[in-house]
């Protein structure tokens, strides 16, 4: 069967005939470029496609949503309850996204990777270019684009020059319930007015720590106590017996995902925001989405010290995902079509799964949140406020006897 097409207002040095929408209809399709077509795919770099009577079908890169109510089908990023648009994000048309899912060789080489790279043309994007310049005060980023170019040449590989560099494996979002009451569970903000090296205020969850050179007597203090507690901490459910294998996992995974903290992270001390003077507590009742940024790493249970808003802040770990039973992940890959029935049977299973383990995680936040209380109240209380420092030494976290709970899972 044969069709006629054509192509309108995509971008410089756009091939008509070799494509991603070219290539796949020609595998079912005799193709035919038309000036008069039966249906044209039109983008958003000009307003040509106003001059052809025909079926028009829209695509973009971009971040604009599709015209609806003018095209007659849309290709795009968005998640549209529409049967005229399909979801399509644009790394879909570069070869080599589902390697992406093929099991791939994690090895300690990871370590050495460069710090950040920046591949752009188009300047236009004025938020993505401050980034750019704010994240390059603090460490340089090297910029491959004919945009900002910052290292002699212009890379005629972006995959292959991005490859050496540090990737973020899992972007997750979780939702915080804010409350008024004093709490580690809620938000902390570090004022620009009293750390000045911020680009701008912080907000961090009270468990998040801030990485430091040295920290006084009393937050020492703190942060050992903490790790005993943490590093000891069991729960017992009443109906554990009763338990699925898989929600045995569950516990055994958030249960790991606590008992190996320390309060050092290489040659830097850790400091919660709970236990960190210059945070302030955020008062504000509402519902605060909050996000976790997991870099790729050899061990699922180690992080990384990374840049938030100019200061070293800790990363997330893969494994304390678990903490967060009820996130979303924002890069998650997407599914090709022929496994959309077991992939929606995978996330119901999930769904199960994530349920269960958030009952655990309610009552174990109740737990930790009245022994960080204790812990807070001790040490103001037994200690003098002295200038004691510790500097850049490992820590031997001691131990002390288990925490157990007894709930409903």
């Not at 020059?161 to 902390?188: D, G, H, M, W």
């Not at 040295?214 to 000891?232: G, P, R, S, V, W």
């Not at 997991?294 to 010290?305: F, T």
């Amino acid at each position: 069967m044969k069709i006629k097409i054509d192509f309108s207002d995509f971008w410089p040095g756009f091939n008509k005939t070799d494509n991603y929408f070219f290539n796949l209809l020609k595998e079912d399709y005799d193709v035919e470029i038309s000036s008069n077509p039966d249906f044209l795919f039109f983008s958003i770099f000009g307003n040509n496609h106003q001059n052809y009577k025909c079926k028009k079908i829209f695509y973009t890169g971009e971040n604009i949503a599709p015209p609806i109510g003018y095209c007659d089908y849309s290709f795009s990023f968005d998640y549209i309850e529409d049967d005229r648009n399909y979801r399509l994000p644009h790394y879909l048309l570069y070869d080599g996204y589902y390697e992406l899912e093929s099991p791939k060789v994690i090895d300690y080489s990871m370590s050495n990777r460069k710090f950040c790279n920046f591949v752009a043309s188009n300047g236009n994007c004025k938020e993505r270019n401050d980034f750019v310049l704010k994240l390059s005060k603090y460490k340089r980023v090297d910029c491959g684009g004919r945009w900002m170019n910052n290292i002699g040449y212009v890379v005629d590989n972006k995959r292959k020059f991005q490859s050496e560099y540090q990737r973020a494996k899992i972007i997750v979002k979780n939702q915080l319930i804010n409350t008024p009451v004093t709490t580690i569970n809620k938000l902390y903000r570090l004022s620009k007015s009293v750390c000045p090296q911020l680009i701008e205020d912080l907000y961090v969850t009270g468990s998040h720590a801030l990485l430091h050179d040295q920290l006084t007597e009393e937050e020492h203090e703190k942060m050992t106590h903490l790790a005993d507690f943490y590093n000891t901490y069991t729960i017992r459910l009443e109906n554990e017996e009763a338990m699925s294998e898989e929600q045995r996992e569950t516990l055994k995974n958030v249960m790991r995902s606590y008992n190996d903290y320390q309060i050092t992270h290489l040659d830097k001390f850790k400091l919660i925001a709970y236990y960190n003077e210059d945070f302030e507590e955020v008062n504000i009742e509402k519902v605060f989405n909050i996000y976790h940024i997991v870099l790729e790493n050899v061990n699922k249970y180690d992080s990384y010290g990374i840049y938030a808003n100019g200061i070293l802040a800790e990363s997330t770990s893969e494994a304390s995902l678990q903490q967060f039973p009820h996130y979303e992940r924002v890069n998650i890959l997407a599914k090709k079509a022929t496994e959309d029935i077991p992939y929606i049977e995978k996330r119901m299973e999930k769904y199960f799964q994530k349920k269960q383990a958030k009952k655990i995680m309610d009552a174990m936040f109740a737990i930790e949140d009245q022994k960080i209380q204790q812990i807070e109240h001790k040490v103001n209380h037994t200690s003098k406020r002295r200038k004691t420092i510790y500097k850049n030494r490992t820590y031997k976290n001691r131990l002390t006897p288990s925490t157990h709970l007894n709930s409903h899972a």
